[in-house]
């Protein structure tokens, strides 16, 4: 096993299925996963769960500092090498604790996404160190992007 440790990170629902895909890095990497605790998760070992953020929500801002002192928790407690996301919202904490530590930040955003970005993605391509797109229309919002066509 690789010295490596990597933190998988993402919304529910979507996201999370792609993030799955990633899990291949198992083999090579010791890799740990948060996603957001929704009505219907299943506890999984191995798995984290974070609050669950709704950006139209009254207390979407309470929820956002829940997320970033249950993401700092995990991340203390995990101290990875590498975050990769494929989004959305939830993942911002982890993010800014990623980038304060110095940490390779790697942002995929979502195969769902032909010609318009998520709101996540516009927000930490500024800072992440890779951001990969699937689709060669975004390289007209993410001009220094990564296109690799479909990684799934």
Known sequence: ?????????????????????????????DI???????DYFEKTKGVYYIQQVNRREKI?????VIVFF???????????????STGALS???TFLIGKLFGKKL???????????PTLTGKFVYRFVDKFFIQWAE?????PDAIC???IY
């Open 1 to 29: 096993m690789c010295s490596k440790k990597i933190c998988l990170i993402s919304s529910s629902g979507g996201h999370f299925e792609q993030l799955l895909t990633l899990k291949k890095l198992k083999k090579n990497f």
């Open 32 to 38: 740990y996963v948060v996603t957001e605790k929704t």
């Open 60 to 64: 979407f801002l309470f929820r956002m």
């Open 70 to 84: 249950q993401s700092l928790r995990i991340f203390i407690k995990e101290k990875p090498d590498v975050i990769i």
């Open 91 to 93: 993942v911002i904490p």
């Open 106 to 116: 790697i942002f995929i955003e979502s195969f769902a996404k032909i010609s318009t």
């Open 138 to 142: 975004l390289k007209k919002i993410y």
């Open 148 to 150: 690799l066509g479909s």
